[in-house]
Nanobody, 122 residues
Framework: QVQLVESGGGLVQAGGSLRLSCAVS??????MGWFRQAPGKERQFVAG????????AYGDSVKGRFTISRDSAKNTLYLQMNSLKPEDTAVYYC?????????????????WGQGTQVTVSS
């Protein structure tokens, strides 16, 4: 059983930066991902890593602005978010899944954190 706890959300002005963290307890080797969900919208893939913590992949709307990384020694997943826009406002979730390759859909993940709110003001 894996447990995920996100932190680092908050309120930031457009153009600013935030770094989200996800503390992972349990096994180290999972496919990991970040998703977000805005009110009235479906959960959206933001970024993901394969089971080895490599081969980063990003959703089209965040490419070039967000960076996903993993510190295996600390068992922590990160999402560095730069050049934030009001449309990035959402609850951000960390997720872990089985398999080897990056997964792009929420149904591919079996464990989820509680979410952390990110609000970007214009």
């Amino acid at each position: 059983q894996v447990q995920l706890v996100e932190s680092g959300g908050g309120l930031v002005q457009a153009g600013g930066s935030l770094r989200l963290s996800c503390a992972v307890s349990g096994r180290s080797f999972y496919v990991m991902g970040w998703f977000r969900q805005a009110p009235g919208k479906e959960r959206q893939f933001v970024a993901g890593l394969n089971w080895a913590g490599s081969s980063p992949a990003y959703g089209d709307s965040v490419k070039g602005r967000f960076t996903i990384s993993r510190d295996s020694a600390k068992n922590t997943l990160y999402l560095q978010m730069n050049s934030l826009k009001p449309e990035d406002t959402a609850v951000y979730y960390c997720a872990a899944g089985a398999g080897a390759n990056v997964a792009y859909t929420a149904s591919d993940y079996h464990s989820w954190g509680q979410g952390t709110q990110v609000t970007v003001s214009s």
